[in-house]
């Protein structure tokens, strides 16, 4: 009778075959949470990218929609729930000038309000690549020239001494926009606020050519007994 039940042996292919289950589980588990984790890792990604260039655009629409080829334009007063751009500020200025360096180098030039002021520059997609504020500048006035890399690279084998009295910036993007903002201390100084920012002048240049220097042997120098 003892041959035939061999109850040691039945209970060692038991827990065999339970073994192999709980393996084959425990893997198959591990590589759906593997596949899991990367799909989620892409879907993260693409929204992360998708996301800002679809709110950009429409910012870049709103843009091209109200400001003027040339020249600068007055953004409308802002008001909770009828912005032209998230986030401005009911008691800021805002002022637009769109620039197409294709066209040639672009400057803006203007008085600096007496309160506080800032200028940042915005590519086509909204990325900001520049700003700066009235803590910056060192005279009444600012005067900015944008170039891209090929005008930045000319400007720099002509000029190799600048005026420092102007900001050069480098673009990386061809088209974009400048945004200034100048802040409105009390409501009784609203119009000389936007006159200020109204008399920004924004355009496209052609910069002079550079003074050539002299060339040949220099001149005697005249005799002091003469």
Known sequence: MSDHIQPIRGATV??????????VDIGRTA??????LVLAAIVHLSTILVIPHFATRDAWSRIVAIAEPVGITLLPRAKPG???????????????????LDEGPFAITAPMPG??????????????FYAVNDEAA??????????????????RLEYPEPDESILTIESPSATGFALIRALVAAPSMRPRVE???AATV???????PPVAEPVGPPLPRPSPLR
């Open 115 to 128: 309160d506080y002021w800032s200028v940042s520059f915005h590519t086509r997609d909204g990325v900001i």
């Open 138 to 155: 060192t005279s009444k006035r600012f005067d900015i020239e944008i170039r891209d890399a090929r005008q930045m690279r000319q400007f």
């Open 82 to 100: 009828d912005e032209v751009l998230p986030g401005l500020d009911p008691a800021v200025v805002y002022g637009v000038c769109m620039f197409d």
């Open 14 to 23: 038991w827990r065999g075959e339970r073994d192999r289950w709980f393996s």
């Open 202 to 208: 924004c355009e496209t240049f052609i910069p002079p």
């Open 31 to 36: 590589w759906l949470a593997a596949i899991t």
């Open 195 to 197: 006159a200020a920012v």
